[in-house]
């Protein structure tokens, strides 16, 4: 079996220390010394000190992988984000929190997020009554999926509440992996319907919240913070073929992942993309294909999904056309690669009402 489809792998993939600052603290809840823990990785625990710190994507998805397995914690990703909000963001976030609504620091998060994490997409919709704030991963081969996805639901959560204030409250909580055994800590943090096996992790609440002036927030700070943030923008050097996968990887679900759309979202003629692509030794289709391998590998390996399912999420127009693209990515059948990679016994796809 191979894991590759023949596109070279990000080894630019990273992530501010910010949001696992709590790591440490969640150890010694559990009664564990940090030091002891991230010593087996080789991990200095004073990276923690600092949140402006980056680690590799790789390096801290194995790092809380290697908690879950010291401290026997299922939800430990969960108990994570439970102590994170938008100050782990730094700037980003303290800008994020001068915007004058909520719809504005949505945005706003979503547009800077390249600033604070690489290897995965933060993502915002609105559709008629509804909004979704949204978290994927898009480095291939990550250990600890789940907990970084409930990590990152959690953060988001936190992050509404912030921004809407007590009165907030999500329609629904999504995961795009398997019911945990247990779901109790899940209904106890977020106290909402619990959806599993989704196409996406994230929180749906309605829209009348989008409009809701930010508490506290002050233009002439907003003003200032920009203008710092502009500055930083200017040094971000970012990967041209890898901000177009990290689009694709948001754009796949909605069905906008024609070249017309993406060179539309950087405001070039699609001649113009095509040509850039190909000068970075790619291709836009070969990019629809890494991205879809992606988000098919996670949904067999963490979710129940059917792969009819996993098929129509994907926008193929029957399974075997799914199945014979996977083939070529991979040298193997979904059904097979799931075999191999799975992980945990899963229980049926649900959603768990409060």
């Given amino acids: 079996m191979t894991r590759s489809n023949g596109h070279p792998q990000s080894s630019l993939a990273t992530v501010r220390i910010g949001t696992v600052t ?81 719809v504005t620091a949505l945005k706003t998060l979503v547009h800077y997020a390249h600033l604070h ?40 959560y936190n992050i509404l509440r912030k921004l809407c204030g007590p009165n907030w409250s999500p329609r629904d909580v999504s995961f795009a992996h398997r019911k945990p055994a247990d779901v109790r800590p899940y209904q106890q943090f ?60 948001t754009s796949l679900f909605t069905q906008k992942t024609t070249a017309d759309h993406i060179a539309a979202l950087f405001s070039l003629h699609p001649r113009t993309l095509h040509r850039r692509l190909k000068a970075n030794g790619t291709s836009f289709q070969q990019l629809v294909d890494k991205v879809r391998f992606e988000i098919a590998r996670q949904s067999l ?25 996977f083939r070529r990515w991979s040298g193997t059948t979904p059904a097979l690669w799931r075999k191999q990679n799975h992980k945990l016994d899963a229980e049926p796809a649900v959603a768990v009402e409060q």
């Avoid at 625990?45 to 680690?55: A, G, K, M, N, T």
């Avoid at 193929?316 to 693209?325: E, G, I, K, L, V």
Wanted: overall charge negative; charged content about 20%.
């Fill in 117 to 156: 994490v690489r290897g995965a997409v933060i993502s915002f919709e609105e559709v008629d009554d509804e909004a979704f704030l949204g978290y994927s991963i898009y480095q291939p081969d990550v250990e600890a999926h789940e907990q970084i996805a409930d990590g990152a639901v959690a953060i988001a």
């Fill in 301 to 325: 390996e963490n979710s129940s999904l059917e792969v009819t399912q996993i098929a129509a999420m994907l926008h193929y127009a029957d399974p075997s056309a799914f199945t014979r693209a």
């Fill in 22 to 102: 709590a790591i440490p603290r969640v150890l010694a809840e559990l009664g564990y010394e940090p030091a002891e823990v991230m010593g087996e990785l080789g991990v200095d625990p004073s990276l923690f000190d600092d949140p402006e710190q980056l680690i590799s994507y790789a390096m801290r998805s194995r790092l809380i992988q290697q908690c879950v397995l010291k401290t026997h914690c299922p939800h430990f990703g969960l108990l994570i984000g439970q102590q994170t909000g938008l100050s782990a963001f730094g700037l980003m976030g303290f800008l994020v929190q001068q915007s004058p609504n909520v």
């Fill in 190 to 249: 977020f106290k909402a319907s619990l959806k599993f096996d989704a196409e996406r992790n994230g929180v749906l609440f309605s829209a009348k919240w989008l409009q809701q002036p930010v508490l506290g927030a002050d233009s002439e700070l907003h003003r200032l913070l920009q203008k710092q943030i502009d500055q930083l923008e200017t040094h971000y050097s970012g990967d041209f073929v890898e901000q177009v996968q990290r689009v694709l990887h």
